[in-house]
């Protein structure tokens, strides 16, 4: 069976590049969407929700040491708001997402230097072997019971979390050696006591849209959006677009609170760009309508449905 991917959002799509001849098998030619399921990490829910449920899986159950161990260190690498609030936070946020895990593993396999330790894949592959492990030898010796529930759990929330931050990876893939580069990631963010996703869309376009023009890489066009939906503001978005010096910012929040605390904030935001040499248009921050999550606007509990 040979499949082409087609598009990623707002599920992945795939179409059959050699379907069957037999008559019973002609209602597979066409595309197959990967829906949410519970057997299904592909359209997992957020990262956020992953980290929750190992929080509490940790709580609740009496984990062998290892298991313990490395989603501890899972847990701790959870980013905080003054991480990120200043550019080097950030940036290892960013770095340590996930999404560059092979490339910074080849880089090692290269002989240069590769900071994998904190990197929130390599965290999950690791307390994924060690909750294999550890069901294993449970297997081994029959002992069947709570515990076992406890890692079945633990290892399908693991699976989830890979499979989101792949799709990530694969949303981030060059689709066209013309086409502006992309990348798409997510960060589990500790907020006031709760757990959420920071999502990130970065695009780089050069210069005149042509990546074949001999440009300066100082002219390049960046736009990156930030998407947040913290329980205590209400869905926010921040989109930007940074050429040279000039930075085109807007924002949007579902909370009115929220957009006059923003639009006061403004100048003082206007002052601090200008220290830097940097020269800030923006508009007043607009109304956002929150979109539903795609696990809500998809039917659950279906893995594959085949569309002709």
Do not use: C, Y
Request: aromatic fraction near 2%; glycine fraction near 8%.
């Amino acid at each position: 069976l040979k499949l082409e991917v087609t598009q990623l959002d707002p599920v992945p799509t795939l179409r059959v590049l050699n379907p069957l001849a037999s008559p019973a098998a002609a209602n597979v030619g066409g595309t197959l969407q990967l829906l949410p399921g519970n057997s299904s990490g592909i359209a997992s829910s957020p990262l956020a929700n992953v980290v929750q449920a190992l929080q509490t899986s940790q709580l609740a159950a009496a984990l062998p040491p290892l298991v313990a161990e490395s989603v501890g260190q899972l847990l701790k690498q959870v980013s905080r708001p003054g991480q990120l609030s200043q550019a080097d936070g950030l940036a290892a946020a960013v770095r340590e997402s996930g999404v560059f895990l092979e490339s910074g593993l080849q880089a090692s396999a290269k002989g240069r230097p590769a900071v994998l330790e904190g990197d929130f894949k390599a965290g999950l592959f690791r307390a994924l072997a060690r909750v294999e492990a550890a069901l294993a030898r449970i297997e081994a010796l029959g002992l069947p019971g709570s515990d076992a529930e406890a890692l079945l759990e633990m290892k399908r929330e693991l699976e989830s979390g890979l499979g989101r931050i792949t799709l990530h990876q694969l949303n981030s893939q060059p689709s066209d050696a013309q086409a502006p580069r992309h990348w798409q990631l997510e960060i589990p963010l500790q907020l006031a006591g709760s757990l959420d996703s920071l999502r990130m869309e970065i695009d780089r376009e050069p210069a005149g849209g042509d990546s074949n023009a001999q440009s300066s890489p100082e002219d390049d066009v960046w736009r990156v959006k930030l998407q947040l939906e913290p329980k205590a503001l209400g869905a926010v978005e921040i989109s930007m677009q940074l050429q040279g010096d000039a930075l085109a910012l807007r924002f949007a929040a579902a909370s009115d609170g929220v957009r006059h605390l923003i639009d006061a904030g403004l100048p003082m935001l206007v002052r601090a760009l200008e220290s830097h040499g940097i020269t800030l248009t923006s508009s007043p921050a607009a109304e956002l309508v929150p979109r539903k999550s795609r696990e809500e606007n998809v039917r659950s509990g279906a893995t594959v449905d085949v569309r002709a």
